[in-house]
């Protein structure tokens, strides 16, 4: 009998573990499956995160490639289509670009936002000038834009200048007309109008020293623009001024004379450039002809330490960089400065309009010499004269030097470390 009870007792014992065991063993699979499962929905947040992350990395990098600006509808339609789950709106500020980009899976879904802003090294403006820049008489422009505007249209951008811009009439029928950009000029598939904050119109004689854009009274708008921290050379180049010298390597380096038919070196040297870049050191007259005008394959032309001068209408199909250190000689002495521009080979015919201006006068198209990739004037101290019936139609595509439009993450991002 009592052999009977510990056989039971031993049963009994060995069966309590037993259903103990299991019970341990349901609890720690269910703690297991609890653990797979969070395992997976993180996975899955970190996919539809990075997935996100991913929307606003094409609209940033399509963006700096395609020279178009984050809201523009093909583009981001181009980085929606990655994903089917990949949604992308760009919102347009004034100064930025705010991007959200979400992911909607089935179990979890990611919102990533983040701003652009135009870039620090870029080229801005159908006109660049560190010099004081003068327009006398009929004056068009087909500008720039820097961007859209948050009421539909655009911020356009005619000249961006570091001291000054003055615009004088030679009769009282001349006006100096900012008109909306041509389509496809600002970048490719481009097709709006200016805001009419930043399209101006000026009638009377004004300069933005006494009559600053955008103030009371003032005919200027805001596609004039003062930056005061202006650095054309590393705007134009995408580098230090400290590194002209590897910058000048890549042209088809020529020297020219006040005396020299610098027209016909201009030519001969882009015959001669595999990519279209000529850099001509001197002084340089091209005349009342146009340069290479039957050519219209984008092309840059710079023109380091020398006075230009032109006086015919002629448009030339790239952009044009004018330097000049004002602190070297001929330019540091208005006495030497004013013999230069004598012994120029076409001084006869623009020499009334250089009587009319400072003794600081670097640069004199007496005619109407227009480059349609756009014209930088890097000589502060000097002065820049345009005179005569003025038309600049800006295409970014004939600029010679690659990616004129570049954007910054706004400081914070993720990727800025």
Known sequence: MKSRQRGMMSLMITGMLLIGALLFSLGSAKT???QVKRAQNEIEARKAHWGAEGGLECVFATANSSNKPPSDATLISDCNSLSSDLSINVTVGLDDYT??????????????????????????GAIQTAADLVFNGDVDIFPDVSGP????????????????????????TNRFTVENPKTDGPYEDFSGSCHSDYKTTLTTASDTTSTPPGSSGSEF?????????LDPFESFFKASKADIADVRS????RSSTPSSNCKEIIEEAFSESSDNKVWIQGHCDIGGTGIMTGDHT?????????????????????????????????????????????????HAQYKDYLALSSGTTVYMDGGAFYPEGGAVFDSPGGQVVI???????????????????????????????
């Open 32 to 34: 297991v499956f609890y």
């Open 99 to 124: 991007v959200d980009s979400k992911v909607a899976g089935i179990r979890n879904e990611s919102t990533n936002q983040r701003k652009i802003v135009t870039g620090s090294r870029v080229m801005k």
């Open 250 to 253: 890549g042209y088809e380096v």
């Open 298 to 346: 984008p092309k840059t032309l710079v023109i380091e330490n020398g006075l230009f001068g032109s006086w015919g209408v002629s448009e030339f199909h790239g952009a044009i960089y004018h330097l000049v250190d004002v602190t070297k000689p001929p330019f540091n002495d208005a006495s030497s400065l004013a013999s230069t521009w004598e012994i120029m080979k076409s």
């Open 149 to 172: 505007h948050p009421a539909g249209d655009y911020k356009c951008l005619a000249v961006v200048y570091k001291s000054q811009v003055s615009y004088n009439p030679s009769v009282t």
């Open 221 to 229: 708008k805001n596609d004039f623009l003062k930056d005061p921290n």
């Open 387 to 417: 005179h005569g019936s003025y038309s600049l139609s800006y295409n970014s595509e004939k600029n010679g030097e690659e990616g004129q439009r570049a954007y910054d993450w706004v400081k914070g991002s993720w990727n800025d470390f």
